[in-house]
């Protein structure tokens, strides 16, 4: 796709407000046109063969053939790009979590009414949702204009300032930034882990109840134990705490003891949680004791934080080019200095365990 053609889009949504909504939102952007809506499969497969969208967003639940089974038709027939909207129930979490094994690419909370703020971050995330998929390498098994908000730094969030490390010690904090594409990167990288790993704290853009979800079904394949990140949670060995969604999750230290904050604050680098809030804290709080390890993902969330990391000591590992689905992230932090070794998923836990 060259840098003057839009991207294409088709939504599919059984809720005529929705997909009002979501034409609002993503004919704001002027890199996305819709080029149709549908109210259920079939319809979306009809218009399908008049055009090819270059993405399509998919409601998990709807009459008549539900989102997951025309997913699989859709990657099995003609694989195309696909971004679900799910309700903000666990239910629906658990159910989303299969078309991202099926071959979708990214989760939305579908949008909703409410508070000029919410309704300004619903639609920052469901454009860069649609742009990062518009980017992805396919795995195969209002009326008004909306107003987008500036692209904060971890300024907004945590202050930068002088190390609180310690001086380098043998116990380590292992830190992990991704997005898009994350949820299956995280899956090879923790089951690699053995159970006395180094403790680990995730930052995975995903909305807000997703993260427990996707928690708890690491937790069931991986040996060390995986949960959603509760404040005050200690980082300990053979653990990895995920950042809730819809909060930033920092890294801090009390004594010997390493511990995460959990809280609220403005998006950054247009996410939250943000990759840079949890680098920057790890730079500032463990510096030489930390590793750091940016995966798939749209955007340039991670590359500043990672840099901070490195200049206070810290180990830094970027996912390479073949083994993501977006090199977007990776490749910023690439761009910056920040990164020590590049390395394909499959080889970091292995890094991961020699550093830590």
């Known amino acids: 796709m060259t840098m003057d053609q839009k991207i294409r889009v088709l939504i599919v949504d059984d809720s005529a407000v929705v997909r009002q909504t979501m034409e609002e939102i993503l004919s704001s952007d002027p890199s996305i046109e819709v080029v149709g809506a549908a109210s259920d499969p079939f319809?979306?497969?009809?218009?399908?063969?008049?055009?090819?969208?270059?993405?399509?967003?998919?409601?998990?639940?709807?009459?008549?053939?539900?989102?997951?089974?025309?997913?699989?038709?859709?990657?099995?027939?003609?694989?195309?790009?696909?971004?679900m909207c799910s309700s903000l129930t666990e239910k629906g979490s658990e159910t989303t979590f299969k078309a991202l094994e099926y071959g979708a690419v990214e989760i939305i909370q579908k949008p909703r009414m409410g508070a000029k703020q919410f309704l300004e971050e619903s639609s920052i995330r469901i454009i860069d949702a649609v742009k990062a998929a518009s980017a992805a390498r396919l795995r195969r098994p209002s009326s008004q204009p909306l107003h987008v908000a500036p692209k904060l730094t971890a300024?907004?969030?945590?202050?930068?300032?002088?190390?609180?490390?310690?001086?380098?010690?043998?116990?380590?904090?292992?830190?992990?930034?991704?997005?898009?594409?994350?949820?299956?990167?995280?899956?090879v990288f923790l089951q690699a882990l053995p159970p006395d790993s180094p403790g680990i704290v995730i930052v995975q853009h995903m909305p807000e109840n997703f993260t427990r979800a996707f928690a708890n079904r690491l937790n069931g394949i991986c040996r060390i134990s995986v949960k959603e990140a509760e404040d005050n949670d200690t980082v300990i060995r053979g653990r990895a705490l995920i950042a809730p969604g819809n909060h930033h999750a920092l890294l801090k230290r009390s004594g010997a003891r390493y511990f995460v904050e959990i809280k609220d604050g403005p998006l950054v680098s247009r996410h939250r949680p943000s990759v840079d809030v949890l680098f920057r804290s790890a730079a500032r709080y463990a510096g030489k004791n930390a590793v750091g390890v940016i995966m798939t993902g749209m955007g340039d969330d991670g590359a500043r934080g990672m840099l901070e990391m490195k200049q206070e000591g810290a180990y830094t590992i970027a996912q390479d080019e073949a083994s993501c689905i977006v090199f977007g992230m990776p490749k910023e932090a690439i761009k910056l200095g920040a990164v020590d070794k590049v390395v394909p998923l499959d080889g970091i836990a292995r890094i991961v365990i020699t550093k830590g």
């Open 155 to 187: 300024d907004a969030v945590i202050t930068k300032g002088s190390s609180r490390a310690m001086a380098e010690t043998t116990e380590k904090v292992i830190v992990v930034g991704a997005s898009t594409g994350g949820t299956e990167a995280l899956s």
């Open 43 to 83: 319809v979306a497969a009809n218009k399908i063969k008049e055009i090819i969208p270059d993405v399509i967003t998919l409601d998990v639940e709807m009459p008549r053939m539900d989102g997951i089974t025309f997913l699989q038709k859709i990657m099995k027939q003609h694989p195309i790009p696909v971004v």
